[in-house]
């Protein structure tokens, strides 16, 4: 992506970073993403500026558009301001949580840049396999960053959790990395513990991660933060885990909760996990379903662009829909029929 042109002596000295293929220069220190190099010219500066001005208006609204700048206030913690793909403004309201501050640079106001640069943001987690980039998309509680955390464990790199940025070329659709984090929920955490103890499609960790709340699995964790605004959900670094280079996407996986009274069979036996995949058109209909923040992209000017991206999108990639029974924790019996059938078609591939 090309960097800004503008003068560069005011920031200088502010922290460089990269995430989702953009270097960015930021005022504000933004412990999740990775440092840049040394000397790059930055694509991205975040700037603290006072937007008080705009107070009343935004309150009165959900965003407001202005020319190429998108505003938006969060009550309690900030005005933001995204202008043309390459500012982010921050101007922070009186005792702001400094977590919460980040936590929306990070999600909407990157998602909405994005968008800015012409990149589709999709709302998942997604990981390397075999050299290629697989999605995990679905409704919030269906278990997209615990199947990513499943497949860690598993040995495999993730590359995004949350927004997934993906540039469609004329040739492939390329996913940028975000940046090395994961959200997770207490329930999760002690799944994955249980599941780690087992050692079912599982890999040892560098580093034993703890809770500092207080609660009373903190003897099994260490320094987990809180994310702010979500009820018993944490910040889980995964930066030995994580892969910092574009690649190209395979497939997209949407994860659906299913009836816990449903039985399927498959040879025998009882499954709690059924795949159906997906042709052209139901793969579209996924993708525009989970493009994150998709509500905003008519009022940006932005719907012809978005749905011809998202439609050159379907064609270039394959899809499943994996339902799961959600009476029970499933994450080890997704990864390995994810790995079946990436495997099957890998193998579909060949024979042509």
């Given amino acids: ?61 959900n965003f407001v558009m202005q020319g190429e700048r998108f505003m938006f206030l969060i009550p309690g913690t900030a005005i933001y301001a995204i202008r043309g793909g390459k500012e982010i403004e921050v101007s922070m309201l009186p005792r702001a949580d400094p977590d919460t501050v980040r936590l929306f640079v990070l999600g909407t106001c990157m998602g909405v840049l994005l968008l800015q640069k012409r990149v589709l943001p999709i709302h998942g987690s997604a990981v390397v396999i075999g050299g290629r980039v697989y ?8 278990g997209k960053s615990t199947l990513a955390a499943a497949f860690r464990q598993a040995g495999y790199q993730m590359i995004s959790d949350d927004v997934i940025a993906i540039n469609v070329t004329a040739s492939a659709a390329i996913v940028y990395p975000a ?8 329930e999760s955490l002690l799944q994955l513990e249980a599941l780690r103890e087992n050692k079912k499609h599982v890999r040892q960790r560098k580093h034993v991660l703890s809770l500092t709340d207080g609660n009373p699995v903190r003897a099994q964790y260490q320094d987990l933060r809180r994310i702010a605004g979500e009820l018993n959900k944490y910040a889980v670094p995964a930066v030995d885990e994580f892969y910092n280079d574009p690649l190209p996407l395979g497939g997209v996986f949407e994860l659906v ?11 025998g036996e009882s499954v709690v996990v059924t795949e159906q995949p997906l042709n052209k ?36 990639v394959e899809g499943w829909r994996l339902l799961r029974d959600s009476s029970f924790f499933t994450a080890s019996e997704v990864v390995q029929r994810v790995l079946e059938l990436i495997h099957k078609e890998e193998k579909s591939y060949g024979s042509h």
């Fill in 281 to 316: 058109l139901e793969c579209l209909h996924t993708l525009l379903q989970h493009t994150y923040r998709r509500a905003i992209i008519s009022r940006m000017g932005l719907g012809e662009w978005y749905f011809d991206t998202a439609a050159r999108m379907a064609r270039k």
């Fill in 135 to 142: 999605a995990f998309v679905g409704e919030s509680g269906t």
């Fill in 1 to 61: 992506m090309s960097p800004i042109a503008h003068d560069r002596s005011a920031h200088n000295s502010w922290v460089k970073y990269t995430a989702f293929g953009l270097r960015i220069a930021s005022e504000l220190t933004l412990p999740e993403l990775i440092p840049a190099e040394p000397g790059l010219v930055e694509d991205v500066v975040i700037r603290q500026v006072d937007l008080s001005a705009w107070r009343d208006q935004l309150e009165q609204a």
């Fill in 179 to 186: 940046y090395p984090q994961q959200k997770l929920g207490l």
């Fill in 257 to 267: 909760s299913d009836s816990p009274n449903r039985e399927s069979m498959r040879e």
